[in-house]
């Protein structure tokens, strides 16, 4: 079955650096991915979407990468602020349906120390 | 526009109770999906409800039923709790597939 999977140590980084968060899938070759931001008790919110024919995609101080050779995902936050500090969700819609329902990952959650 | 709205926002319930959440979809939004996190883990889906019909089911017993109402809001409710069902529920609109705007989300205590 698909699969996603993030690492699920948090990370930590000191204000100022670029942060990088890996996603990897297993069975499945996704048209696209999603990554997601929550803070605690709240629900997701959409960050960016990268699809398959795009290597790279940017917003503001986010790049998103997709290799569809290593099956993997990378996030960037470059230039990090204490107020980027949450979990971040990568997420693939699922290939049996075409109702757009999401495997999720079990995030990675980011912590910017000043 | 007020987003996706969810009610009510923490719940605490006794093990065998039963519980219903209610979920308001973004304005223009006709799908709603729910799905269940658990502390320290990604969202799990539930089912999704569309034209008030239960589209898609995951991997989730009989005890998790839903319902969408002609104004594409939506309930989902869990009958015998059980301690395991302790969790964050979420609500997700969307009027195609790649797009998912989810709720703030209920958080389910069952003691």
Redesign the interface.
Known sequence: SQK?E?N?EALNIQEGKTATLTCNYTNYSPA?L?W?RQDP??????LL?IRENEKEKRKERLKVTFDTTLKQSLFHITASQPADSATY?C?Q??GS???????????TTLQVKP | DAGVTQSPTHLIKTRGQQVTLRCSPKSGHDTVSWYQQALGQGPQFIFQYYEEEERQRGNFPDRFSGHQFPNYSSELNVNALLLGDSALYLCASSRSPSEAFFGQGTRLTVV
């Open positions: 996603i993030q699920s696209y999603q997601y008790g709240r629900g997701p919110v959409f979407l969700l997420a819609r699922d349906s075409n109702t757009g329902k999401l495997i999720f990952g079990q995030g």
